[in-house]
């Protein structure tokens, strides 16, 4: 992780290798910290004009400043339109700047982004976007290369900040943007981590490493004991055995709410039996990144210490279709009792999170029960990588995620929970199949959960199976796993 901090000097007193500067509206950011400094560099705006450069969002253009300045480069980052920017754009511009100083063998980066206000944005909304930008732009997963490669030299960010009250505000929203970020890196190396190598148990090591956290492991035995079919049944063609993770965060005092968060766990999906084609199984080892956002989340949270109770639970297994896999025609039976005939093997999400579901509706009282999983190749095809599914039973709920999802920069969109297709799922020989009808798979999915979760309760099923991953690079995301919802579910329950 890099170094962000408050810088209280101005940029006149300022010295150093690169200094960041906006282009907004169509010129160099106006600002009077600023002007000094323009007023020095007259040459800087007209040959960024000469040059035809418009300030796209986006775009970065890096000019020597031949010693008229203190700082030998300085990079100017578009912003485009005043009246079109959001806070997103403020986390891709500290994202790119970060990178762009890093191909410059920048140590020491100077900003001046953290001068460009906005309307209806705090100073700490604004320092918490761009600490987020920075941090995630230059994360690489790097463990298993021998080689390791160029060794970033970018290692601090100073925000240019005035006034001790901004600067404050400020400070804080670098604390809050550090630990989200940690938590999104977190979550990231998780579902990185090669599938032989992050096995349940290893993501139960993982969870049990949490600071401030109490964690729980039920192993196969108790699951099996406990009567958790579902999940045992998924676990059966591995040698890697299943486990059931409890996490449990509580805050000093009275809580004013209690949220479950309940992440699909499955380290590898090959499909079980129901095999999948070989380009569908390169990238399943990210099967586990709902289970990395909780457990990411729940370590975060002991960081951040909001005033709400979260039980975080982790149903893990590996999908195998070794000689004792179960197979398509076997009646599995999960914690609440209902029996499920296994006619797709490869549906194996919503079997695992029954029985974690029906535990916690059993065990724990809570407000809000929120389940994040890849459950569905169909969301990926409904909603495409970027986008969450978000189907509920409260209103309320889904909103305030999506609000949270708005800030965070990871948009949600709700599916309904259409009971009318709930008669797909009818079977012949027990309460239910694990797959409905041929369409609207995600639908399906969220339908099938919705008989683990006590009634009445209030619940949003959650389907990352496209955001939780990055099939080509993005301003703040490398290829592979992007550590989704992390940051909105810290948003989401710092807001409660
Ligand atoms: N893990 C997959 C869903 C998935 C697909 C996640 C692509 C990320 C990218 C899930 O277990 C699965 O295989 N679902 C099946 C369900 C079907 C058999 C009802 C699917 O989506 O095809
Ligand atoms: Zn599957
Ligand atoms: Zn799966």
Not at 66 to 71: D, I, K, R, Y
Not at 114 to 135: A, F, K, M, N, R
Not at 249 to 258: A, D, H, L, Q, T
Not at 469 to 496: C, D, I, N, Q
């Amino acid at each position: 992780m890099l170094k962000i901090a408050v810088e209280t000097k101005t940029p006149r007193q300022l010295t150093g290798q690169a200094l960041v500067v906006p282009f907004l509206d169509n010129k160099l950011l106006e600002h009077n910290l600023l002007k000094p400094l323009y007023q020095k560099l007259p040459q800087l705006a007209k040959w960024l004009k000469d040059s035809g450069y418009k300030g796209k969002p986006g775009s970065v253009k890096t000019v020597a400043t031949m010693g008229a300045l203190n700082f030998s480069q300085v990079i100017v980052v578009g912003l485009g339109e005043k009246k079109k920017l959001k806070l997103e754009e403020l986390r891709k511009a500290a994202a790119l700047t970060a990178k762009e100083a890093q191909s410059h063998q920048v140590k020491k980066l100077v900003s001046a982004l953290s001068l460009v206000e906005l309307e209806d944005c705090t100073t700490q909304d604004i320092g918490q976007v761009l600490t987020e930008g920075s941090q995630l732009a230059l994360y690489r997963f790097e463990k298993f290369k021998g080689k390791k490669g160029e060794k970033g030299s970018l290692n601090q960010i100073q925000f240019v900040v005035s006034g001790a009250k901004s600067q404050r505000d400020f400070r804080a929203g670098i604390k809050i943007g550090d630990v989200g970020s940690e938590g999104a890196l977190l979550a990231r190396d998780l579902v990185n981590a090669p599938p032989h190598h992050m096995t349940p148990l290893t993501l139960a090591k993982e969870a049990k490493k949490l600071k401030g956290i109490r964690t729980r492991v039920f192993d196969h035995r108790q699951i099996k004991k406990m009567g958790m079919g579902a999940l045992y049944g998924v676990g059966m063609g591995s040698n890697n055995p299943p486990v059931l993770i409890e996490m449990h965060y509580k805050p000093k005092g009275r809580v004013k709410k209690s949220v479950a968060l309940v992440g699909k766990g499955i380290t590898f999906d090959s499909g079980g039996l129901s095999l999948k084609p070989p380009q569908f199984m390169e990238t399943m080892k990210d099967d586990m990144a709902g289970s990395a956002s909780v457990i990411a989340t729940m370590g975060a949270l002991a960081k951040l210490k909001p005033n709400v109770e979260v039980w975080g639970y982790v149903a893990s297994a590996e999908n195998m279709p070794g000689g004792k896999a179960q197979r398509p025609g076997d009646v599995v039976k999960a914690y609440n009792g209902k029996t499920i005939e296994v006619l797709n093997t490869d549906a194996e999400g919503r079997l695992a999170l029954a029985d974690a579901l029906s535990y916690l509706g059993k065990h724990r009282k809570v407000d809000y029960i929120i389940d994040i999983a890849t459950l569905t190749g169909a969301a990926l095809v409904a909603l495409g990588e970027l986008i969450t599914a978000a189907i509920g039973t409260d209103q309320k709920l889904v909103d305030q995620l999506k609000t949270a999802g708005d800030f965070t920069g990871e948009k949600l969109w709700q599916l309904p929970l259409a009971e009318e297709y709930w008669e797909g799922f009818k079977s012949e020989v027990a309460d239910m199949k694990n797959i409905g009808g041929k369409f609207a798979g995600t639908i399906n999915g969220a339908l099938f959960l919705k008989n683990f979760i006590p009634e009445k309760a209030k619940w949003v099923h959650l389907d990352i199976a496209g955001p939780s991953w990055a099939y080509k690079p993005t301003a703040y995301h490398a290829v592979g796993g992007t550590g989704v919802m992390v940051r909105t579910f810290l948003r989401f329950l710092s807001e409660l």
